[in-house]
């Protein structure tokens, strides 16, 4: 019964962001902190709604005030007769959460600019459930015989499928590719992600420790921990300006040629006897391609401007979907239908763009999702001490922010156990790290 529309946005909205974010990296591969500054932004633009509100009206003076009304913070700004609500958590807190999750999302985009493939990068990202075992178990947490083996064999797998993504590309360089492909490029990638997982696992205690202390308002979380992570980014200007500058001045978007042809050729005879298949295939070479007269002449945005909006528009579709999805059936159901979607976007990624994965990379792809699948399923059924929390390792990868029901009218109802795991970030794709 759950096969709904929250499936629809799940593999609709999260397979076409990874699309859209390897169309770009493929192009751009140094071009992730402006992707990060993009999904921020327009996550925070539709999470606002959820965070105004009308100012309640003076109480008259011989009116006693509330008895709570000496412990709610004032709002963080007024205009008018609208204010954004006040805050239930210290602002330094949010400040710290915001910092972290920056952090986070910057180090996995950044991580393209060396040689990560965006299949190997699903896979490495899965580590992330290590990195919250080990930090949780040095917090006092404690997990049961089926989760703890679980995560050796996913270490396995993500270490037998680096090894062999990396001696793919040792022996494409000894064929004279040029140092791109060399194996040393590939090594500060890991290391990036590695860090990325480390600290993503962290900002989850911490997060969590929050919660615990100050409530669970997870829209006012989500809300500012994408709007103060904007501040870092203005200072990173430097890095940001040319990346966008990068992206603005590529091939323009002809319309309706340059956008509508490769959405929806016109004639998929034209691309063979595989026909609509074939034109999928092809359409990244024909969004990232175009002739220099289109270059000079063509009007409208760039492609690759295009691509970036599309890629944080179907972050927040995707998120949105998570959400619906968490509200509406249990935590296995959730576990299991994420990893399948993991699945697709590797075998799309590598159907669609060529990369080619070896025997022994395949077998570690196996090892890493029948483990991530076997791990969630025993926390989401209470093994361990984190009860009602096995989605939260395979939800935080799902991209780079969250975005709430309530800005995107989704039913109250993911108050409930499901959805109450869902938290900003990863992701992206984006993105992603899943805040607890």
């Given at each position: 019964?759950?096969?709904?529309?929250?499936?629809?946005?799940?593999?609709?909205?999260?397979?076409s962001n990874?699309?859209?974010?390897?169309?770009?990296?493929?192009?751009e591969p140094?071009?992730?902190?402006?992707?990060?500054?993009?999904?921020?932004?327009?996550?925070?633009?539709?999470?606002?709604?959820?965070?105004?509100?009308?100012?309640p009206?003076?109480?008259?003076?011989?009116?006693?005030?509330?008895p709570?009304?000496?412990?709610?913070?004032?709002?963080?700004?007024?205009?008018?007769?609208w204010?954004?609500?006040?805050?239930?958590?210290?602002?330094?807190?949010?400040?710290?959460i915001?910092?972290?999750?920056?952090?986070?999302?910057?180090?996995?985009?950044?991580a393209?600019a060396?040689?990560?493939?965006?299949p190997?990068h699903?896979?490495?990202?899965s580590?992330?459930s290590?990195?919250?075992l080990?930090?949780?178990?040095?917090?006092?947490?404690?997990?049961?015989?089926?989760q703890?083996?679980?995560?050796?064999?996913?270490?396995?797998?993500?270490i037998?499928?680096a090894?062999?993504?990396?001696?793919?590309?040792?022996?494409?360089?000894?064929?004279?590719?040029?140092?791109?492909?060399h194996?040393?490029?590939?090594?500060?990638?890991?290391?990036?992600?590695?860090?990325?997982?480390?600290?993503?696992?962290?900002?989850?205690?911490?997060v969590?420790?929050?919660y615990?202390r100050?409530?669970?308002?997870?829209?006012?979380n989500?809300?500012?921990?994408?709007?103060?992570?904007?501040v870092?980014?203005?200072?990173?200007?430097?890095?940001?300006?040319?990346?966008?500058?990068?992206l603005w001045?590529?091939?323009?978007?002809t319309?309706?040629?340059g956008?509508?042809?490769?959405?929806?050729?016109?004639?998929?005879?034209a691309?063979?006897?595989?026909g609509?298949?074939a034109?999928?295939k092809?359409?990244?070479?024909r969004?990232?391609?175009?002739?220099?007269?289109?270059?000079?002449?063509?009007?409208g945005?760039?492609?690759?401007?295009?691509?970036l909006?599309?890629?944080?528009?179907?972050?927040?579709?995707?998120?949105?979907g998570?959400?619906?999805?968490?509200?509406?059936?249990?935590?296995?159901?959730?576990?299991?239908?994420?990893?399948?979607?993991k699945?697709?976007?590797?075998?799309?990624?590598?159907?669609?763009?060529?990369?080619?994965?070896?025997?022994t990379?395949?077998?570690?792809?196996?090892?890493?999702?029948?483990?991530?699948t076997?791990?969630?399923?025993?926390?989401?059924?209470?093994?361990?001490?984190?009860?009602?929390?096995?989605?939260?390792?395979?939800?935080?990868?799902?991209?780079?922010?969250?975005?709430?029901?309530?800005?995107?009218?989704?039913?109250?109802?993911?108050?409930?156990?499901?959805?109450?795991?869902?938290?900003?970030?990863?992701?992206?794709?984006?993105?992603?790290v899943?805040?607890?």
């Amino acid at each position: 019964m759950f096969f709904n529309f929250s499936w629809f946005l799940i593999f609709g909205g999260c397979c076409s962001n990874v699309y859209t974010l390897e169309a770009i990296v493929k192009h751009e591969p140094d071009s992730g902190l402006i992707i990060t500054v993009t999904q921020f932004l327009l996550t925070a633009l539709f999470a606002l709604p959820s965070q105004i509100e009308r100012r309640p009206r003076a109480l008259p003076s011989q009116t006693p005030p509330r008895p709570e009304a000496h412990l709610q913070r004032p709002s963080p700004l007024s205009i008018g007769s609208w204010r954004l609500k006040p805050l239930d958590f210290p602002f330094h807190r949010l400040a710290t959460i915001s910092f972290l999750f920056f952090a986070v999302n910057m180090l996995n985009n950044w991580a393209f600019a060396f040689d990560i493939s965006v299949p190997m990068h699903i896979l490495l990202r899965s580590f992330g459930s290590v990195m919250t075992l080990t930090v949780g178990w040095l917090w006092g947490k404690k997990y049961s015989v089926t989760q703890v083996s679980a995560i050796a064999a996913l270490t396995v797998g993500v270490i037998v499928s680096a090894w062999a993504d990396a001696a793919g590309k040792g022996a494409t360089s000894k064929s004279g590719s040029g140092l791109q492909d060399h194996p040393s490029a590939f090594i500060p990638g890991l290391a990036i992600l590695f860090t990325a997982q480390l600290i993503a696992a962290i900002m989850g205690v911490y997060v969590e420790m929050t919660y615990a202390r100050f409530g669970r308002n997870w829209r006012q979380n989500l809300f500012y921990s994408h709007l103060l992570g904007l501040v870092p980014s203005l200072l990173l200007y430097r890095t940001v300006a040319p990346q966008l500058a990068r992206l603005w001045h590529g091939p323009r978007a002809t319309f309706p040629a340059g956008v509508l042809d490769w959405v929806i050729p016109s004639s998929y005879s034209a691309y063979g006897s595989e026909g609509w298949w074939a034109a999928v295939k092809s359409a990244p070479s024909r969004v990232l391609s175009q002739s220099s007269h289109d270059k000079e002449h063509g009007w409208g945005p760039s492609q690759s401007i295009l691509l970036l909006l599309l890629n944080s528009i179907t972050q927040v579709v995707c998120i949105s979907g998570v959400n619906r999805l968490s509200a509406q059936t249990t935590a296995v159901t959730v576990t299991v239908v994420l990893n399948i979607r993991k699945l697709v976007s590797f075998l799309l990624s590598c159907a669609i763009f060529g990369n080619t994965i070896s025997g022994t990379m395949a077998v570690g792809a196996v090892i890493v999702f029948a483990s991530g699948t076997l791990y969630g399923w025993d926390s989401s059924r209470g093994g361990g001490k984190g009860r009602g929390r096995g989605n939260a390792s395979h939800v935080r990868e799902e991209s780079q922010g969250r975005v709430s029901g309530g800005a995107l009218g989704m039913s109250r109802s993911d108050e409930r156990e499901g959805a109450k795991d869902v938290m900003p970030l990863a992701n992206g794709n984006t993105g992603n790290v899943k805040m607890r």
